[in-house]
Structures are given as C-alpha cells and as structure tokens.
C-alpha cells in the first residue's frame, strides 16, 4: 500500500528557507513521479512542483520559480522541496502526492488529478 508521510513544516519568517521531506513506502519512486500542492485557507490547491519517475525532469509551478528546489533521494525514498526566500503568500499546508508513471511517459505533472495518493500535509507558516 503506498503511503507518503510530509514533514518539516513550521513557522518561518519572511525571505527564510525550510526543506520540505516527503518519505514513501510501499513503493519505489523509480515508477512513479512526485508532486508538491499547496492549500491555503479559502484557496483551492494549487501545483507547486513535481519530479518525473526518472527524476531528470521538474517542473514548478511560476509562482516559486527560482525559489524552491525538488529534488529526491532515491535510496532513501524521499523527495525534498527546498523553499528559498520564503514570502507571506507561500503559507499554506503543503501535501506531496504520487502518480504512477504507467506507460513509462517520464512526465512532471502539476495536476492534481493525475496524482492518486496523498500525504497528510504539513503546516508552513510564513510571517514578516
């Protein structure tokens, strides 16, 4: 069964950093890419980045371009979101959740409906 636990969320101030831990089990990342969304109150869920099955490609959603790293560790069956400079606005729960790469397409989506399984979120805090 697969199941992805989040962590290292927490309250940051403004143009601070935190990396985001995303841990899988029940599954190994080599068939399956891993996406990060955000939810902040009253907003819908949005994309932030993801990682394809092979892991050569990322995407990020404009918003944190140039500011937060995907990035994974593949013996360890983790995916890290580096998040730089930090700003008010990124404060939300963020989830990272997976989709399986069925046909070997390699891609790196931002929709959350291509992604089946999901982590419990956790909280980042940003505040000037």
């Known amino acids: 069964q697969l199941h992805l636990v989040e962590s290292g969320g927490g309250l940051v101030q403004t143009g601070g950093s935190l990396r985001l831990s995303c841990a899988a089990s029940?599954?190994?990342?080599?068939?399956?890419?891993i996406g990060w969304f955000r939810q902040a109150p009253g907003k819908e869920r949005e994309g932030v980045s993801c990682?394809?099955?092979?892991?050569?490609?990322?995407n990020y959603a404009d918003s944190v371009k140039g500011r937060f790293t995907i990035s994974r560790d593949t013996p360890k069956n983790t995916v890290y979101l580096q998040m730089n400079s930090l700003k008010d606005e990124d404060t939300a729960v963020y989830y990272c959740?997976?989709?399986?790469?069925?046909?070997?397409?390699?891609?790196?989506?931002?929709?959350?409906?291509?992604?089946?399984?999901w982590g419990q979120g956790t909280q980042v805090t940003v505040s000037s």
């Open positions: 029940g599954f190994t990342l080599d068939y399956y890419a």
């Open positions: 990682i394809s099955s092979s892991g050569s490609i990322t």
């Open positions: 959740a997976a989709a399986p790469d069925y046909y070997g397409d390699d891609e790196a989506s931002l929709t959350s409906t291509d992604f089946g399984s």
